[in-house]
């Protein structure tokens, strides 16, 4: 059984940084991609970016590039959101994903369909 362990959330104000980091703790799995989605209070979950475990090539959402770098670990196995420059719209729970595809474009199109398995999340709130 998969177990994908997310760390790093927090409060911070706006301007300020915060990394999340994700590690599979349980199990093996080929990594495809991998990816983080996040979701607003009241809102869906959306894809923030996802990067490919073969080729490293990444995809990010418009509302976070320039901000935010996604970045794999391949010794420890982890992947890094590096979120800089946070807005109070950034405000979610973060989700860390393994998908089932390597090319990140599809990754992008298709989302949570391409989930093979999800960490439970963690909280990041960026105040004004």
């Known amino acids: 059984q998969v177990r994908l362990v997310e760390s790093g959330g927090g409060s911070v104000q706006a301007g300020g940084s915060l990394r999340l980091s994700c590690a599979a703790s349980e199990g093996t799995f080929s990594r495809n991609s991998m990816g983080w989605f996040r979701q607003p209070p009241g809102k869906e979950r959306e894809l923030v970016a996802a990067?490919?475990?073969?080729?490293?090539?990444?995809y990010y959402r418009d509302s976070v590039k320039g901000r935010f770098t996604i970045s794999r670990d391949n010794a420890e196995k982890t992947v890094v959101l590096q979120m800089n420059s946070l807005k109070p719209e950034d405000t979610a729970v973060y989700y860390c994903?393994?998908?089932?595809?390597?090319?990140?474009?599809?990754?992008?199109?298709?989302?949570?369909?391409?989930?093979?398995?999800w960490g439970k999340g963690t909280l990041v709130t960026v105040s004004s």
């Open positions: 994903a393994a998908f089932h595809q390597y090319i990140v474009t599809v990754v992008a199109g298709l989302g949570v369909r391409l989930v093979d398995y």
């Open positions: 990067i490919s475990w073969k080729d490293g090539s990444t």
